[in-house]
């Protein structure tokens, strides 16, 4: 231990020395004071300020259970759920060196049903299970309307718990989704893209399968018990968000989350679950309580930046509402494709998009080569997200398609369209933030899953989009060739 009262420069006569000897005493004495009296009324300034930030940061940091980064080292996992999460946050030399701040992907298309979907596959599931409406092995079927991501995720994770799948999905994705759903013994029924006001739209067509289950697959008991049944009414969806149907009961077994009176007849009895990405809080409550905190732990808080796009917005709600608790002055920003509405309810607060108008559309939910984000509706889960969401950049399909030759060509990171997107949105923030700032992106899957549409070079020429690298040169030096 150092005598600390022995150091020359804290005794008044060191000071005395140095002080010319022509001079009155006294304004000695005032400086030292002044100088004694400012170092300590800072340095505890800075302490109280210090401290008040724990006392804040503390019941947020308690809330996330501790998950270790590096899970997949050297432990043991216990089944294809174990995999899940813990992805890698990657530096992206090519875009970092080019932009000079970090540009940092989370590479999600390392989950195990290769997409960031597996998070929110497995949170619907454990959750529904938890509020018992959901019961392992008992010949349940969840349904799903998806671009294909999610249903291959919940199919993935289905397998592993004990449920079979229904995925409704719209016949114009990429056709190696429906192999893939396919092979994981999904049932998959393909339907026309349609707005969200058709009954025939993939979403509504799977909450009524759902419904549709309980009643119609399960054997009858009796010719009086099917007769009753057929007597009955369509259960109509609950004002909950969940739609669970049962044949034991369908009015009793939608209203389980109220914890109504339930025997085991009624539990052990096959359901049918929509799953409901796109409203249930499952969805942001997996990011808000896994992607957000790993990018905060990965990062060790060094973040000024998240980017993301939305398909459902629970990415962004979830991952964005956890980053800006930790740290409120760092900014979300949202990429949004062509043809899709949110960039202008984030910039302008109206969902509109001037491609609607023109009649011109390649497909008719959003016209975009990029699948799984952007979307003409406002979902719950993205609704969650509108008070976080600081700005929105808009992506053409051509920036997005230069965006993933120029990250296989300088990276080798072969990647799929949604992350391509998000890349092209983190450089615009890039040039905006300035130099030394690191902005962090979620790398949704990988390109394996777009061989037929956005990787194909065929379509895309059919389609009228270029692959033109030059346009991500040009991004980078902010020579814009759109107007966002
Ligand atoms: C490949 C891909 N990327 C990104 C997203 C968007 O994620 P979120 O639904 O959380 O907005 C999706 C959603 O389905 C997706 O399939």
Redesign the pocket.
């Known amino acids: 231990m150092p005598d600390w009262a022995s150091l020359p420069w804290l005794s008044l006569p060191f000071w005395r020395a140095l002080w010319p000897p022509h001079l009155p005493r006294k304004p000695l004495h005032a400086l030292l004071l002044g100088i004694v009296a400012g170092l300590t009324i800072s340095l505890s300034s800075a302490s109280v300020g210090l401290y008040l930030e724990h006392r804040r940061r503390e019941p947020l940091l308690r809330r996330v259970p501790p998950r270790p980064i590096e899970i997949r080292k050297d432990e043991v996992v216990r089944g294809i759920t174990g995999l899940i999460g813990n992805t890698p946050l990657l530096r992206i030399e090519s875009l970092s060196e080019a932009t000079g701040c970090n540009i940092l992907g989370k590479c999600?298309f390392l989950n195990p049903g290769g997409?960031?979907?597996d998070r929110?596959a497995l949170k619907m599931i454990e959750d529904a299970e938890e509020q018992g409406l959901l019961h392992p092995n008992s010949g349940s079927m969840i349904f799903e309307g998806?671009?294909?991501?999610?249903g291959i995720s919940l199919a993935t994770v289905a397998r592993a718990r004990g449920y079979e799948t229904t995925i409704i999905m719209p016949d114009d994705v990429s056709t190696e989704k429906r192999q893939t759903l396919l092979c994981l013994g999904a049932h998959v029924e393909q339907v026309r893209p349609a707005s969200i006001v058709d009954q025939k739209q993939f979403v509504n067509l799977a909450r009524q399968r759902a419904l549709e289950f309980g009643r119609t697959t399960l054997p009858q008991k009796s010719l009086t018990d099917a007769a009753e049944a057929a007597a009955k009414p369509t259960p109509t969806p609950p004002t909950e968000d969940m739609v669970v149907a049962s044949q034991a009961s369908p009015t009793e077994a939608l209203h389980q989350a109220d914890g109504g009176a339930r025997g085991l007849a009624l539990e052990e009895a096959p359901r049918g679950f929509f799953a409901d990405?796109?409203e249930n809080r499952s969805?942001h409550d997996a990011?808000y309580l896994g992607t957000g905190p790993e990018i905060w732990r990965q990062t060790n808080g060094v973040i000024d930046a998240f980017v993301?796009?939305?398909?459902?917005?629970?990415?962004?709600?979830?991952t964005g509402q956890y980053l800006k608790e930790m740290k409120p002055e760092l900014v979300v920003a949202l990429a949004d494709p062509e043809g899709s509405g949110l960039y202008n309810k984030i910039r302008y607060g109206v969902m509109f998009d001037p491609k609607e108008k023109e009649g011109s559309k390649r497909r008719h939910q959003v016209d975009t080569v990029v699948?799984?984000?952007g979307i003409n509706r406002l979902t719950k889960?993205?609704e969650l997200g509108l008070p976080i969401i600081d700005t929105a950049y808009r992506v053409t399909d051509a920036e997005a398609v230069a965006m993933s030759r120029y990250l296989v060509k300088h990276d080798g990171l072969f990647l799929?369209?949604?992350?391509a997107c998000?890349l092209v949105a983190a450089i615009r923030l890039a040039r905006k933030l300035g130099k030394g700032h690191t902005i962090v992106t979620?790398l949704?899957?990988s390109g394996n899953?777009h061989y037929s549409k956005f990787w194909n070079d065929e379509y895309l020429k059919k389609a009228g989009i270029p692959i033109d690298l030059s346009i991500v040169a040009d991004l980078v030096d902010g020579r814009e060739r759109t107007t966002s």
């Open positions: 999600e997409s960031v979907k929110v998806t671009v294909g991501s999610t990405q796109f969805n990011h993301a796009g939305a398909g459902t917005g629970g990415t962004i709600s979830g699948e799984g984000i889960n993205f799929g369209s949604s992350s998000n979620i949704c899957d899953r």
